[in-house]
């Protein structure tokens, strides 16, 4: 018997239009209504998952930057907390300036950016579109090395992002020789950084000794190399149909596509 559903966001839950599907919705309300709890467990801040979170009728703690942060879905208080040491974010956004590469920093529930760019850009259009209350702060400053060195808040990811996957691949690997951080991909156009040992493997952890479930009662559900550690640490993993290589191989079971509700055909299979 399943007990909880860990469900990464982007390239998961949502389809491509970044949209919760009705099928997925319907079939995470019965779940609940069987009294499985379902964990929004994603990459993004706790900014930009809440109001997926709320779409899917969930009060349960909300897993946001990979692991580095739990939340409580109503209140917003931290529950756990791994951030990066601020030496660490300095030595990285001087690697990514150095190759030229995108690159945006969170500190607390703020986005930090030196211009608007691919995610920066995307969350400022979405802002538009959004009340007040789910809108993710977004900050452009002339320095974030300043905003980082002047910050009394450890900064909890940094996030880089390039359409030009050579240099990606290069700008990752000299930052993977910090031994301090760990690094880790969302999307196939980027590498985000976080504290070493962050996961959303050691998140769920932390939830399921919090509700005393055990690690065979968990499903993971997830696309990106980020859903690693949960899809392994979960008494099942499951991988989306448009999964990389690596969560397809490292998953239990292969469900439908974020666009074809494998959400929802996942939770039909196993715990509806």
């Known amino acids: 018997m399943y007990k909880l559903v860990a469900i990464d966001l982007d390239g998961t839950l949502l389809n491509s239009g970044k949209i919760v599907s009705e099928r997925n919705k319907e079939a995470i309300k019965r779940a609940i209504e069987k009294g499985i709890k379902i964990i929004v467990c994603s990459g993004r801040i706790y900014a930009g998952a809440k109001g ?4 899917i009728y969930t009060n349960e703690p909300l ?6 942060v739990i939340k409580d879905i109503d209140t917003g208080e931290i529950l756990y907390s791994n951030s990066l040491r601020h030496d660490d974010c300095l030595e990285v956004i001087e690697i990514c300036r150095a190759k030229g590469i995108y690159f945006h920093v969170y500190i607390d529930d703020t986005m930090y950016t030196e211009k608007l760019g691919f995610s920066s850009l995307y969350y400022w259009k979405r802002n538009q579109e959004l009340p007040e209350k789910d809108r993710v702060d977004i900050r452009v400053v002339e320095s974030l090395r300043q905003v980082v060195k002047s910050s009394s808040t450890p900064p909890s990811k940094v996030v880089a992002i390039s359409e030009d996957p050579i ?4 700008t990752r690997k000299h930052i993977e020789e910090i031994s301090t951080i760990s690094v880790m991909s969302s999307n196939y156009d980027n590498f985000e950084v976080v504290n070493h040992g962050v996961s959303k493997a050691k998140a769920l952890s932390f939830i399921s000794e919090k509700f005393g479930i055990k690690r065979e009662e968990i499903i993971a559900i997830g696309d990106n190399e980020n859903d690693y550690s949960m899809i392994q640490f979960a008494g099942i993993g499951i991988a989306m149909g448009n999964a990389e290589e690596i969560i397809k191989n490292a998953a239990d079971y292969i469900t439908l596509t974020n666009n074809e509700d494998g959400v929802a055909h996942a939770l039909n299979k196993f715990v509806l």
């Open 52 to 55: 997926f979170a709320r779409q």
């Open 167 to 170: 240099m990606l691949s290069c």
């Open 63 to 68: 897993v946001a930057c990979n692991g580095a």
